[in-house]
T-cell receptor, first 114, second 111 residues
Framework: GDSVTQTEGLVTLTEGLPVMLNCTYQ???????LFWYVHYLNESPRLLLK?????KRTEHQGFHATLHKSSSSFHLQKSSAQLSDSALYYC????????????FGAGTKLTIKP | EAAVTQSPRNKVAVTGGKVTLSCNQT?????MYWYRQDTGHGLRLIHY???????EKGDIPDGYKASRPSQENFSLILELATPSQTSVYFC??????????FGPGTRLTVL
């Protein structure tokens, strides 16, 4: 079946430094949807970014990610971390044939310090 | 107004007892999902539904049943709760473009 790997469970950064959270995936389908969901403390998880287009940069709320099918990757980046970015980030995958079932990675807890 | 709500928000149950977690959505989405969230495992799919009357097994269905009596409501049932089912449970509804909308979560403790 599908799988999503997030290599870092915990990431701690100083405010102002760049953010990069890694995500790689495995699927037998050639046209998957990739997502980043963000889960702030005491809130519900919500969608941050999504893409199904190879080599196209997707941006939202200062974050960006590019789907690279050649390397099965969808890393999340931000040029300058803010204290408010502290949250749990999930990379996720859906097979693009209509069943809307999503497979989530284990998550990366991002903590931004002053 | 919240489009996906869950009840109860917190629940303490005894081992061997029956637990029912309820979810209601006003998004008019066909698809609904139940996940559990555990550190190191992320969000894992337990059951999902394509519409009223349908339930499908997710990735970790053992020990759980689901019921979808209507478009709006989706329940997760633990017939014989065990301590290993202590977790935070999230319900979600699925919109177009594969985006899912999550509820606030239910923290379940099984003693």
């Amino acid at each position: 079946g599908d799988s999503v790997t997030q290599t870092e469970g915990l990431v701690t950064l100083t405010e102002g430094l760049p953010v990069m959270l890694n995500c790689t995936y495995q699927t037998i389908y050639s046209n998957p949807f990739l997502f980043w969901y963000v889960h702030y403390l005491n809130e519900s998880p919500r969608l941050l970014l999504k893409s199904s287009t190879d080599n196209k940069r997707t941006e939202h709320q200062g974050f960006h990610a590019t789907l690279h099918k050649s390397s099965s990757s969808f890393h999340l980046q931000k040029s300058s971390a803010q204290l408010s970015d502290s949250a749990l980030y999930y990379c996720a995958l859906s097979e693009n044939y209509g069943n809307e079932k999503i497979t989530f990675g284990a998550g990366t807890k991002l903590t931004i310090k002053p | 107004e919240a489009a996906v709500t869950q009840s109860p928000r917190n629940k303490v149950a005894v081992t061997g007892g029956k637990v029912t977690l309820s979810c209601n959505q006003t998004n008019n989405h066909n698809n609904m999902y139940w996940y559990r969230q555990d550190t190191g495992h992320g969000l894992r799919l337990i059951h999902y539904s394509y519409g009223a009357g349908s339930t499908e097994k997710g990735d970790i269905p053992d020990g759980y049943k689901a019921s979808r009596p209507s478009q709006e409501n989706f329940s997760l049932i633990l017939e014989l709760a065990t301590p290993s089912q202590t977790s935070v449970y999230f319900c979600a509804s699925g919109g177009e473009g594969y985006e899912q909308y999550f509820g606030p979560g239910t923290r379940l403790t099984v003693l």
